[in-house]
């Protein structure tokens, strides 16, 4: 009997909108009686600005076999034929046109801006703000690249596959009154079990000269934690997701995890001797070189360097919330989308695809979202279109700072605050892109905003 109701309530409709499934969930701190408007805008009328752009991109999707520097070949899904994609460099304050042809990956593209805070149509969720874009097709994505940082795009569109497959890279929006520092990306992955930074997958070199000032922006493109150590120097950690972390100190021999999807940015002047980058267990790298022969450091990897105690904190901490949501994170054995295999399911407070809680908040509220995670296994979660401070960790007060894509460990309990000022329809999942395909996924709606756009096996439209 339980497992016949289970079944049932594991099915998916074939057709559905992201609003449609889940349950909604107004928070505590509502005042009883305050409801929702089902009606009003649609996402597909929340653009960006129109007017001649200062950054024209065009990115073609497609198959193509990439050789990296070992000499293997791996057939992967490619931007423009690379993996990663090309290296996007705009300006702060640049209005951005990215055109998005998608010549052959037969089960659509679409591309996410992730970290950036953009109007909701140009969010690039396939099912949710646009139609997944089919061989053949276009979709153009307009926005102002409105705060400099560290950022990066990949399709939304089966991401589980797409991304891992190659369709991925970097996006850095560069400050108006550019400093004069060597810039350097370090984008890690794993391609088709490869591990990979940048382009490469071996350790690369490069000549920078002793003196200048140096800022590494670590990308970490994979569904799990990439842990970087630096050796021959010592760093500040001067922004994370995109946003600066002032007033830290210099640190040596840390290791520095960088969350799925995470973005960290190192800052540092070049010494006289070599500088090494190094991945924990994995033998891809780089070596900045300033040349005179000196022998190139091992990398050690240390204590694990800790946001929530480092530098100034971000921002105040909100003196109210208009909204408290809880996500606590969980596993439970259950059925998946109707299948018939019992398997280990997500869920959050207690609910499993496709009944998670959807989280509904109204324009100009500041809300509490607290997480807990009792799963066993850590889940990166990233909220699209905002970001969140965080400011509290196991109940004490942290240092706040901002993320998009929150590491929550098992057993661990952070409160973050949102700003809800950016109306939309706006994903909500794990970005451990697996556990998403599996279900770790909901929503944040806002009050009188739906989505025409549908999801499920009848409409081709399948985001993780
Ligand atoms: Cu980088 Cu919804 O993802
Ligand atoms: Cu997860």
Redesign the pocket.
């Known amino acids: 009997m339980w497992l016949a109701r289970a079944w049932n309530a594991s099915r998916v409709p074939s057709s559905f909108g992201a609003l449609e499934l889940g349950t909604a969930d107004f928070g505590r701190g509502v005042p009883s009686g305050a409801h929702h408007h089902t009606h009003g805008v649609g996402v597909d009328a929340l653009h960006g600005p129109s007017g001649k752009p200062d950054v024209r991109v065009q990115l073609v999707a497609e198959h193509a076999d990439v050789t990296l520097p070992s000499g293997k070949r791996i057939e992967a899904l490619t931007f423009n034929g690379r993996v990663p994609g090309p290296e996007l460099r705009v300006r702060e304050g640049d209005l951005v046109e990215v055109a998005l042809d998608n010549r052959d990956v037969r089960e659509g593209v679409s591309i ?1 801006w ?2 950036v805070d953009l109007p909701n149509a140009e969010d690039g ?1 396939s099912g949710v703000t646009q139609d997944t874009v089919r061989p053949g097709g276009s979709y153009v994505y307009r926005f102002r690249a409105s705060i400099a940082g560290t950022y ?1 795009y ?1 399709s ?1 569109q089966h ?1 589980s596959e797409e ?1 891992e497959r190659g369709l991925y890279g970097a996006f850095v929006v560069e400050p108006r009154a550019a400093p004069r520092v060597v810039d350097v990306i370090a984008l890690a992955h794993t391609l088709n079990g490869r591990a990979l930074l940048g382009s490469s997958d071996g350790e690369q070199h490069r000549h920078v000269p002793a003196g200048v000032a140096v800022r590494l922006r670590l990308v970490n493109s994979d569904s799990t934690i990439t842990s970087f150590a630096l050796a021959g120097t010592s760093f500040r950690v001067v922004a994370i997701d995109g946003r600066e972390k002032r007033g830290g100190g210099p640190l040596t021999g840390v290791t520095v995890p960088v969350p799925a ?1 995470g973005r960290y940015d190192l800052a540092f002047r070049m010494p006289p001797t070599p500088v090494r980058l190094a991945l924990h267990d994995e033998a891809v790298g780089m070596v900045l070189d300033p040349g005179g022969g000196a022998p190139v450091p091992t990398a050690r990897f240390g204590p694990s360097f800790d946001p929530g105690t480092y530098g100034v904190a971000a921002a105040p901490v909100p003196a109210h919330f208009d909204r408290r949501f809880r996500v606590d994170l969980g596993r439970r054995i259950g059925f998946f989308g109707g299948g018939l295999k019992l398997a280990r399911q997500w869920t959050i407070n207690g609910k499993t695809y496709p009944h998670m809680p959807m989280y509904m908040v109204r324009a100009g509220e500041t809300v509490e979202f607290d997480f807990s995670n009792r799963s066993g296994i850590a889940h990166p979660m ?1 909220l ?1 279109g905002h970001h969140m401070l965080v400011f509290a960790r196991d109940g004490r007060r942290v240092r706040s700072w901002w993320v998009d ?1 929150l590491e929550v460990n098992p057993g661990e309990r952070y409160s973050v605050a949102v700003f809800a000022k950016n109306p939309g329809v706006w ?1 909500f ?1 794990c ?1 451990n892109l697996p556990h ?1 395909a599996h279900g770790l996924v909901t929503h944040v709606g806002y009050d009188g905003v739906t989505t025409p756009f549908r999801m499920g096996s009848a409409t081709g439209n399948d ?1 993780e």
């Open positions: 996410h992730h970290g969720v990066w990949h939304h991401s991304v999807g990233h699209h894509t994903m999942h970005h998403a985001p």
